[in-house]
């Protein structure tokens, strides 16, 4: 509660609501950086690994495969698989999914960190439960459970034989005259298709924080989407007994390391974790599945339990909270939504607080050593980064083996041969490990890998020098026949795959309405490209402005506000409005703000 202050006249701010607006601003200030995105380093010299993979015998060769298919799908993650499922289901299995790695899981398949899991419960995260008859064993699942349900998705609708593994695209050229694609690829590939959909990820590629001197560490290193098991012993699911007698560092607090740090704790010597900014840290509460609950649901459960979810995070409070965990208690409202009443913006305001406050005073009851927990206390809105919600995180703080360096918003000085120096003081370490987390708002062709090349062989870097143009974030003028899936000009959610689940379904639709009405290309109007944008800004309205009250993350690029940033938002209302549109669109039959050619 707020315990000074009145709210007997809402125009006067409550004293605590005051300090606390203060420290934001000065937690903000302390963070933001003017070079933002390009505080980070790329995946080069010796790091140049992490973007390989690790987990595939060396050596795999193929023949080069020469074909013309219907559609060439990028990504063999949950988007490319449930674009493939969606196109079964209109019975078209002439298409082929083009995967990096060596399996189907996209990030599941890459993450096998430590203790790596999903923090959205496994019931509506896992999609099709109620098609492939798959009971999770636990309410949130752990990355080998999900990376084994998407081998299982890989069989059940019979999508191993369209895949070809350990496969990157070189490049992607539109053929004017033969209206495709031609796809080459690392493989020597050349795969003509009539659609191309990228379903590329948007937690693939690492980023390392560009901290001097990082090069020249001499222990052993890694980024936590390459765990070295080799190095570090024990498995995802066993004690890492290699560690034994290692001091170990590790670089970030955001979700990935809320969930590696337990587990490090318990395995390493001495444990360092060098923080730059806390996450927030709900109750978790995890537990096994109680089967007989799971058999009794009804046909129709999971479509049902999805809405229910997402309406509970976006601030439709159901009338049942099916799920009732920490992301509903946390979420229910969306204290950043446009307002034009300051006595509404002030209740929200509130709200946000005292939501915090809670995840604040969570880290007193739990942590011992006062000066700890006030580092561990994080001093921003609810909706600035993703909140984490981990019942072994916070206690980890307590061990005598672990030692938290609150690097107060600026990150570690340098690193040396010996290990990480920040105020002075050289931290050594035997192993470094970077929870530095992913690229999430560079360009889409940086993300991708490569640049495809549209109508009179523009680049999509080049028709996006100034940020994204497209209809619905899928189709961009220029570009035709060709569907992104992603979150750049399009919906997101907590619960991701509901996202792409959406994506999927109007990609399969576009791409079966097309073969249907026998269209030969179909582009975006670049006029409806601008109104799409509209529309985003017009719900994106309250949360500029909430943003720029946030520390700087992925969530408000870096705290950059400059105009590449301002066109490569995401649609920031629910995503079942987001998905409303897209019904609506498809509803309309005409396919409205497109440019179609038979
Ligand atoms: P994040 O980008 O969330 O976190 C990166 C961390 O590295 C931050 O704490 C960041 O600090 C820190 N950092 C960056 N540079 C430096 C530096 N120079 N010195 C010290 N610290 C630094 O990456 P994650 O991998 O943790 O998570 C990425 C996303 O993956 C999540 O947001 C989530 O969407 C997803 N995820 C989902 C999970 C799930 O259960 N569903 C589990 C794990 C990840 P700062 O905050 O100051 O920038």
């Known amino acids: 509660m707020v315990e000074t202050g009145s709210m007997d006249h809402p125009s006067e701010l409550p004293d605590a609501l005051a300090a606390a607006r203060a420290r934001y601003a000065d937690e903000r200030a302390k963070r933001i950086r003017p070079e933002g995105n390009a505080q980070y380093s790329g995946l080069e010299g010796r790091f140049a690994e992490f973007d390989t993979d690790p987990y595939v015998e060396p050596g795999f060769t193929r023949e080069p495969v020469v074909e013309e298919t219907l559609a060439l799908i990028v990504g063999g993650g949950f988007a490319g698989m449930l674009t493939a499922i969606e196109l079964t289901r209109y019975g078209i299995r002439d298409f082929r999914i083009v995967e990096k790695a060596g399996d189907f899981g996209g990030t599941w398949y890459w993450n096998r960190y430590p203790g790596c899991m999903c923090d959205v419960e496994s019931y509506t995260y896992l999609p099709l439960l109620e098609e492939t008859g798959y009971m999770p064993t636990e309410k949130y699942a752990s990355a080998p459970e999900i990376f084994s349900y998407c081998q299982l998705l890989g069989r059940h609708f019979d999508l191993y034989p369209n895949a070809l593994f350990q496969t990157e695209i070189a490049d992607a050229v539109w053929d004017q005259d033969d209206g495709r694609w031609l796809i080459t690829t690392t493989r020597n590939d050349q795969i003509r298709a009539k659609f191309f959909v990228t379903a590329g990820g948007i937690l693939h590629k690492a980023k390392l924080p560009g901290i001097p001197g990082i090069e020249t560490f001499a222990g052993e290193a890694f980024h936590t989407s390459r765990w070295d098991y080799g190095y570090t012993g024990g498995s995802p699911t066993s004690p890492m007994d290699g560690l034994a007698d290692k001091r170990v560092g590790i670089v970030g607090t955001g979700a990935t390391a809320i969930q590696a740090v337990p587990k490090l704790a318990a395995s390493a010597k001495e444990l360092f974790v060098f923080q730059r900014t806390p996450s927030a840290v709900g109750v978790r509460n995890n537990g096994p599945?109680?089967?007989?609950?799971?058999?009794?649901?009804?046909?129709?459960?999971?479509?049902?339990?999805?809405?229910?979810?997402?309406?509970?995070?976006?601030?439709?409070?159901?009338?049942?909270?099916?799920?009732?965990?920490?992301?509903?208690?946390?979420?229910?409202?969306?204290?950043?939504?446009?307002?034009?009443?300051?006595?509404?913006?002030?209740?929200?305001?509130?709200?946000?607080?005292?939501?915090?406050?809670?995840?604040?005073?969570?880290?007193?009851?739990?942590?011992?050593?006062?000066?700890?927990?006030?580092?561990?206390?994080?001093?921003?809105?609810?909706?600035?980064?993703?909140?984490?919600?981990?019942?072994?995180?916070?206690?980890?703080?307590?061990?005598?083996?672990?030692?938290?360096?609150?690097?107060?918003?600026?990150?570690?000085?340098?690193?040396?041969?010996?290990?990480?120096?920040?105020?002075?003081?050289?931290?050594?370490?035997?192993?470094?490990?970077?929870?530095?987390?992913?690229?999430?708002?560079?360009?889409?062709?940086?993300?991708?890998g490569f640049d495809p090349a549209g109508r009179d062989g523009v680049r999509l870097s080049q028709r996006w020098h100034d940020g994204a143009h497209s209809l619905h974030g899928i189709l961009s003028a220029e570009f035709p026949n060709m569907m992104m899936l992603g979150i750049v000009q399009a919906g997101f959610g907590t619960n991701f795959v509901h996202f792409l689940s959406k994506s999927a379904a109007h990609v399969g639709w576009l791409i079966n309405e097309c073969e249907q009405r026998e269209i030969a290309t179909i582009e975006a109007d670049p006029p409806a490209e601008e109104d799409w944008l509209m529309v985003l800004y017009g719900v994106a309205g309250g949360i500029a402005d909430y943003s720029l009250t946030c520390t700087p993350g992925y969530y408000n690029s870096e705290g950059s506000r400059g105009p590449k940033a301002a066109r490569n938002l995401v649609y920031a209302g629910s995503l079942l409005d987001y998905s409303g549109y897209l019904e609506r669109w498809r509803e309309d039959g005409s396919m409205p703000g497109t440019v179609v050619s038979h």
């Not at 005598?400 to 105020?423: K, M, S, W, Y």
């Not at 050289?426 to 560079?442: I, N, P, Q």
């Open 289 to 448: 599945t109680d089967e007989e609950w799971f058999k009794s649901l009804k046909p129709g459960w999971q479509e049902e339990r999805l809405v229910n979810f997402t309406k509970a995070v976006t601030g439709v409070k159901p009338e049942v909270d099916l799920v009732a965990d920490g992301w509903t208690e946390v979420m229910w409202e969306n204290t950043q939504r446009p307002t034009d009443s300051d006595e509404e913006r002030l209740e929200l305001e509130l709200s946000d607080f005292e939501t915090m406050e809670k995840l604040r005073r969570r880290v007193d009851e739990i942590i011992e050593d006062p000066a700890t927990a006030e580092s561990l206390k994080p001093w921003y809105g609810k909706h600035c980064k993703r909140v984490a919600f981990h019942d072994d995180y916070l206690p980890a703080f307590n061990r005598p083996n672990v030692h938290l360096v609150d690097t107060q918003g600026r990150g570690i000085e340098a690193i040396t041969p010996n290990g990480a120096v920040f105020d002075g003081t050289e931290y050594e370490l035997d192993c470094l490990v970077f929870a530095s987390g992913f690229e999430v708002t560079t360009d889409l062709d940086h993300r991708l």
